[in-house]
C-alpha cells in the first residue's frame, strides 16, 4: 500500500470515528427521553459485545475455559455495579 493510500485510510479512518462520536451524543439525548438508563446500557453493551465478537471471533474461539470463567466473573461484578449506582 502506498503513502497517498495510507494517508487517505487514516483520513477516512478519522472521518468515520468523528461521525460515530457525534451521532452518539444525538442518539443518546433522543434515547435519554424515551428509554431507561439501564436499557440504554444493556443495548449499548449487546451491541458492543456483537461487534467484538465479528471482529475477534477467532481470537474468542481459542479462548480457555479459565479465561472465560474469569470473563463471566467480571462481567457480573460489572453488572450488579450498575445495578447498585
Known amino acids: 500500500m502506498n503513502e497517498k493510500k495510507k494517508v487517505l485510510m487514516a483520513d477516512l479512518a478519522l472521518l468515520l470515528a468523528a461521525v460515530c462520536w457525534g451521532g452518539g451524543f444525538i ?4 434515547a435519554v427521553k424515551y428509554f431507561s438508563t439501564f436499557y440504554i446500557l444493556t443495548i449499548r453493551f449487546l451491541s458492543a459485545a456483537l461487534v467484538t465478537f465479528v471482529f475477534f471471533s477467532r481470537t474468542i474461539r481459542r479462548s480457555t475455559k479459565a479465561e472465560i470463567k474469569y470473563g463471566l466473573i467480571l462481567g457480573i ?3 450488579l455495579s450498575c445495578l447498585y449506582r
Open 77 to 79: 461484578f460489572y453488572f
Open 27 to 30: 442518539a443518546g439525548d433522543i
